[in-house]
């Protein structure tokens, strides 16, 4: 069996990395697959559930628990090792998914994304931890783009099934769907991995500073998701909202800077190459979310497809992804980690801003080649970032800063989905608030819940003009979202240049000593 020691290079073991690599790859395949499945399934759960403008919230309330959670999975780790909290997670991960799969209404199904959440808080980053622990610099980007392959295969497969599900069975399978793909992942992880931890102590939770994390970061979420839709932007409470989460994030890091063992340690931002990184991670969350949201509805609510077809176009963003991340090894151990990311990041540039050209009468071809531009410039930045964040760690500080890179990444991803569907949901009621002569007793006053007329391709008999006014809306609604992800991937691309142009593999503390 596999051992993860301080020795990343595993010398000793190298023959027995390839069961644990299949057990990782299976582990985050249980997270991928949740992912892409869900993203083509919202107009069916829509039409089921109701609550069109509440839907961004199966994103951002899995995002956010996912985010928070992290630092804390990434601090157990460096203490008691990465098997027994890869194994919590799942667990956790799959009480979500069965609660998710009986939600009767959409609150209660946005409550059990929310258990999701907190066990795919583990599983992601600690894959990517133990890649960190078994491979070297030079082995670790060929192995990541074989993880990040799985996206790419539950990028044709999730969707293809989230699609299959909506249309001719249930959306709830999509849920019921990962308890023997985690069943088959915990079997196999249980008997190809062991770990020996040099040092098991006793620690201390950072109670106070996690609870600030929570409440803060779930605040914010909820001032920009609600602002416009359930109150007034500039109302007595968004106001509060706002100051309160502002004022709780900022205590959070006054705490951080004085505990003993905090939550998110401080020093992760003490270098250029782990700022850069962890803000390009933020970025590219932010970038996946947006993309991943939006697309299968404009392709099913503007274009008349089904579920099935919006599936394929979005399953081109993750086949461009793991192709891009496992050539991005070959590409930055010549030119270095930040050239190799900034190349990337002026593909998903140009990809956002083929997105923003997309018409309202676009192919279905013209959209999945506009998103495998951007998966494959996010492949080219991720991989990167990471691997020269890892790469100037020791091992008891490996999963922390994996953890936080994944946290970013998390957190940006939740505050996307929350800024991105404000950004829609404003649109969505400023259009649908003058309707046509005659479409308001069709509407029936539904306001933006009034988009199931056309999501999914159903366009009711006798309603063809107001299915016209509605799929305007939402064209104009995905529309300035793609516009802010034109903004979001310009932001990251600064956040790369941050990066030193050439890093060098140091642990952190002979980098402190410079």
Known sequence: MATAAATPSGVGFRSERGPVLAALMLCTGLVALDSTIIATAVPSIVRDLGGFSQFPWLFSIYLLTQAVTVPLYGKFADVIGRKPVMFFGIGVFLLGSVLSGVAWSMPALIAFRAIQGIGAGAVQPMSMTIVGDLYTVEERARVQGYIASVWGIAAVLGPTLGGVFSQYASWRWIFFVNLPLGALATVVLARRFQEKVKERRRHKIDYPGAAMLVVGCSLLILGLLEGGVGWAWLSVPSVVIFVVAVALLVAFVVVESRTEEPVL?????????????????????????????????????????????AGFALAALSVGWPLASTLSGRIYVRIGFRDTALFGSVLVVAGAVLCALLP????????????????????????????????????????????????????????????????????????????PAGASRALGGDGIDATSLVLGGHVPTGDSGVATFVRDALYAASHHVFVTVIAVAVIAGGAVLLMPRHTKELTFDDALSR
Do not use: D, K
């Open 265 to 309: 340690p401080l020093w992760v931002f003490s270098r250029r190459v782990l700022t850069g990184g962890t803000l390009a991670a933020f970025g590219v969350g932010a970038l996946l979310i947006g993309l991943s949201s939006y697309v299968p509805t404009y392709v099913q609510g503007v274009l008349g497809t089904g579920a099935l077809v």
């Open 360 to 435: 309202e009468q676009a192919q279905v071809w013209q959209v999945a080649g506009a998103v495998f531009v951007v998966g494959a410039g996010l492949g080219l930045t991720s991989s990167p970032t990471l691997v020269a964040a890892q790469s100037v760690v020791r091992w008891e500080r490996r999963g922390v800063v994996t953890g936080t890179n994944m946290f970013a990444r998390s957190m940006g991803s939740a505050v996307g989905a929350a800024v991105m569907g404000a950004i829609a949901n404003a649109t969505l009621t400023g259009r649908l608030a003058h309707p």
